[in-house]
């Protein structure tokens, strides 16, 4: 479909052009250092970081919150601010989701941001430049990737569920003969946003992720007409205090809630 024909959610305040354009850009500077051996350090001993990570969070920060100074900040590559907490709206922002992927030249990963207003994710934009792929939703509005819209995939009676190779394992007690193991996918953003367009049924997503991680992905789904849930089933929250969430499960329909199951059964 040509760009000037394709089809957008509304965006009635602006927010979802705003971070469509800065994800645009966000992922133009990141391809300058893409399979060109980019300066990297570990965080905390075993998390990596490039010196892309900084440059487009740079980018990003700047730019998003001189268009919108009353908005808050929360990004991976910033340090934590309490003061977005007085915040009624505030970027969720992951400058490179999946940066391992990109440091070993893999092209799955992508500059995330989300809008989210009161805890609950109003846009949300996946830029995947190394894959020539744009995802984005408002809420009520639909999903779309490249400007066509997407949707979770019928009900299977034999999924395709991916996710951390040790929670599959954890999880396989209780694993139907029917299910099938997906493939490895380095970004939980690019991975939950598979599930949106029908790629895979659904995915775990192993404790510890971020809101960075995933509240763009998480509306695109919602959009699509998934879930992102905790064991419990709930819904999530973000751009509280502690951006940290437990064990998930992406997908649709009922195959979420036998997940969740699984996953709760596991024992601690």
Known sequence: MPAAEAVRPADEDG????????????????MRYFQRNPERWLKGGHSPVSEADYA???????????????????SEETADSPARLAARRTFV????????????????????????????????????????????AA?????????????????????????????????????PASFRRGPYVPSLAYRVAMVASGELDATFVKPNAHDWDIAAADLILREAGGRLVDVRGSELHYAREDPRHGALIAGSGTLVDRLAAMIAAIPG
Do not use: M
């Not at 990737?145 to 997407?150: A, D, K």
């Not at 299977?156 to 954890?170: F, H, I, N, R």
């Open 93 to 136: 922002v992951d400058p490179i989701d999946g940066t391992r992927a990109f440091l070993e030249g893999n092209s799955t990963w992508c500059v995330s941001i989300a809008v989210v207003d009161s805890g609950v994710p109003l846009t949300g934009v996946l830029d995947c430049p190394a894959r020539g792929e744009i995802f984005e």
């Open 15 to 30: 927010d979802l052009e705003l971070i469509r354009n800065a994800a645009r850009a966000g992922g133009e500077i990141a």
């Open 139 to 175: 809420v009520g509005k639909g999903a779309f990737r490249n400007g066509s819209p997407v949707t979770v995939a019928p009900h299977s009676e034999t999924p395709l569920v991916a996710g951390p190779k040790a929670l599959l394992d954890q999880a396989s007690g209780g694993w």
């Open 56 to 74: 487009v969070d740079r980018y990003l920060r700047e730019t998003l919150t001189a268009a919108r100074p009353d908005y808050g900040w929360l």
